[in-house]
Structure formats: C-alpha cells, structure tokens
C-alpha cells in the first residue's frame, strides 16, 4: 500500500484560476465573434471558434476538476472521479479537430472568391486576443503540469494566442497590401496548427484510459530491480498504469521465502524511488508462486 496525498490545495488554486481565465475569455469571445460576423473575416472566425473551444475546454475542466476532489468519497467510486479529467482531456481534443476540418473547409470556399476585409478591426481585435491570451497562459502554465483537464484547456489557449498573432499579421498585411488573401492564409495556418496539438493531447488520454504503462517507466528495468530485492525468487503480476497525470499507480506480486515485511519495505524502497509511491505489492512463499522466475546473476 502506498501512502495517500492531499491534492485539495492543488485543486482550490486549479479551479480559482480556471474561473478568473474562464471569464477573461467569455468577454474576448463575445468582442471577437461580434467582430469577425460584422466585417466578414474568417481568420476571427476561426480565431473566435478557437477560443470558443478554450470556454468549452475551460468549464469541462473545472467540473473535471471538482467532481475529481468531491467524488472521492462514494465507497461505489473508490478512485473517486480522477478519471473525469482523461475524458475531458479526450472531448477537448475532439473539439479541437472538428475546429479546424471546419475552418480548412470554409477557406478552400473562398479561394478565388476572397471578400474585402477592413484591416484596422483585425489588428485591434487581435492586439486585445494577445493581451487576454497572456494573461490566461500565465494563470494556468503551472497548474497545466498538474492536471490534464488544465493541459488541455492550456494547451487550446496556447495554440489561441498563436492565432491571434496571425488575425495580427493578416489585419496588418491587409491595411499595408490590400491583399484579399491575408485571411484566408492565417485561418489555414491557424487550422494546421491546432491540429497535431489535438492529436497529442488525445494520444496523452488515449494512453492513459487503455491503462498502457507510463513511458517514462521501463517496465522490464522495474521487474529486474524488483528481483534484484534480497531473497526474491519471481515477480509476477507486476502491472503498471496511470490514474491521472502525476499518479502513476502498481501492483505486484513477489515471492520470496525471507521475511515478508523486511521484502515489503525493500520494494516500497525500490518503486518510491521511480515515483512509484500509491503501489500495492504482496509477498507470497514460493509454494504459491505462479509467475516468472527472477534470473540469477
């Protein structure tokens, strides 16, 4: 058995932060929206949608986030609603896709048929995106190590201000240029960007909710140190899997003929050392064993 953590701490700061962003990016949505509908332009458009997946990322995550620190104490639910975070995680990364198949398919729509844009509302637009975008990235970088349901409304912001630099650029060419076509190239560029961030992010969920084992664990070196344990003869039943970021959670079954708590505190030993701290680990006598035998040295 491994020793509880109070993550309650984490979680107030977590949720106090995602509402203070929450409500900085509902008023930018609200301005860009109105915005991009007025003047026609599709980089907003596309800009504003993102950032509607950044609200709809952000009160996912929040309640991903609460039902993990509250749900904790039904005896039906005994790991609680950590999990809630992962199909967050997975339903953002969804949102993501689906943004930008929408935005490459309405700029292939305009190609040779490009509307007028005004220049000057871009820029302006764009230069409020940034200075919202900052402060949000900046509420929640630290927490987004912590927590993949902040990752993910994280990393959406990220990848927002890098869109808002475009809707920049764009407003700026178009008021310089008179090009038609500024637009149409960010709303692509910002597409293309979002995409192998959303295909990261659910990978990140994916791996986690078919229970692979962490990759920054090598399994094989953690059987051979659990063997290398004074008087352990097999190890079998060694799982290894991921409840949330930063839980990484096993079991394991050693069988040894020396005392059983000398070898449980010996493998406690061995896994806290890889992070390994909420492990289950059981001693059996060898008459009982029914796994794979440690090599000898």
Known sequence: MGAGHDHSHGADTRVSRMLVAAGILTIFFAVELTTALVINSIALLADAGHMLTDLVAMFMGLTAVVLARRGSASPARTYGWHRAEVFTAVANAALLLGMAAFILYEAIERLGNAPEIPGVPMIVVALAGLLA???VVVLLRSQSKQSLAVKGAYMEVVADTVGSVGVLIAGIVTVTTGWPYADVVVAVFVALWVLPRAISLARAALRILSETSPSHIDVDELRAALCAVEGV?????????????????????LTSSRNSALVLDEARAVLSARGLDHATVQVEPPDTAAGCECESS
């Open 233 to 253: 003869s097999e190890v079998h039943d060694l799982h290894v899997w991921t409840l949330v970021p930063g839980r990484d959670m096993v079991t394991a079954h």
């Open 133 to 135: 975008n900052a402060i």
